[in-house]
């Protein structure tokens, strides 16, 4: 069993940068992928970018491709979503998820949620 907290959300204005992170007990995450998804009111969740924590090998949605980066912290057994650039379309609740070893971009191939954390990003 894995559980995940994810934390970092907030407001910020557009242009800025958040730091989101996702932090795993119970398992070390060495056999799993771990991913970020996202949810923006009365719309379906969508992958935002994933890792493969054997590999390193990450993916990423092509909405945040050059501003998003995940990476993992193997001693923290966490992973984190660095966000620059920020644009008011990315205002959604950020939810990280888990998975045996390879990321897939359907939220219904995961096993393991964190509780989300809100980001908005407003002027």
């Known amino acids: 069993q894995v559980q995940l907290v994810d934390s970092g959300g907030g407001l910020m204005e557009p242009g800025g940068s958040l730091r989101l992170s996702c932090a795993a007990s119970g398992r070390t995450l060495s056999t799993y992928a771990v991913s970020w998804f996202r949810q923006a009111p009365g719309k379906e969740r969508e992958f935002v970018a994933g890792?493969?924590?054997?590999?390193?090998?990450?993916n990423y949605a092509d909405s945040v491709k050059g501003r998003f980066t995940i990476s993992r912290d193997n001693a923290k057994n966490t992973v984190y979503l660095q966000m620059n650039s920020l644009k008011p379309e990315d205002t959604a609740v950020y939810y990280c998820?888990?998975?045996?070893?390879?990321?897939?971009?359907?939220?219904?191939?995961?096993?393991?949620w964190g509780q989300g954390t809100q980001v908005t990003v407003s002027s």
């Open positions: 998820a888990a998975r045996p070893w390879i990321t897939t971009m359907n939220p219904s191939d995961y096993n393991y």
């Open positions: 890792i493969r924590w054997n590999s390193g090998m990450t």
